[in-house]
């Protein structure tokens, strides 16, 4: 069995970022995983199998991914693409108002964004597909990717043998 976990949430939410601080969290583990980043090749799951296959090849056990799934059966193409998967979907959130704040300083004028996030924002809230939110207002982003790693209840030690709390296979999706 390979637990999952799938980080998702709107546009400006902060998901690259937590993917990226996630990852660092998990090297100083000491963690055997892979980070993939691009939706390109999410959405097709015969890439990610390849891919996966790949880094289990080379010692992996934990995987960090990015996903926006539309709803909870989209998840299947985690499920088609790693074998044993068991997946537990964790939603970064934060109020419509710090979205678009965040939005603006990284893309100004970007009138699809905005409207992007807000719609996402509204989606996720009506289908519900997480099983975990984590609000990233106001937040480090360290202390973000600490509880995502958390939630995914998966418990293993660094090299300096203290333990820490890691997920054998996280899926983050980043815009």
Known sequence: MVPASLVTGPIGVGKT???????????????????IE????????????ALWSKFVAVGASRLLLAALPEQRSDLRF????????TITVVRLDAPVSV???RIRMREPASPDELA???????????????????????????AIAREVLRLASTFVSNSGGAARWCSPLLAVRAL
């Open 116 to 142: 992007g996030a807000r719609s996402w924002e509204t989606h996720l809230d009506q289908v519900k597909l997480e099983d975990h939110v984590v609000e990233t207002e106001s937040r480090p982003v360290a």
């Open 99 to 101: 979205l678009e704040r």
């Open 78 to 85: 985690v499920s088609q693409a790693i074998p044993g998967a």
């Open 17 to 35: 970022a937590v993917l990226r601080e996630a990852d660092a969290i998990l090297v100083e583990a000491g963690s055997e995983h892979a980070t």
């Open 38 to 49: 691009p939706e390109e090749i999410a959405r097709c799951h015969q890439n990610l199998a």
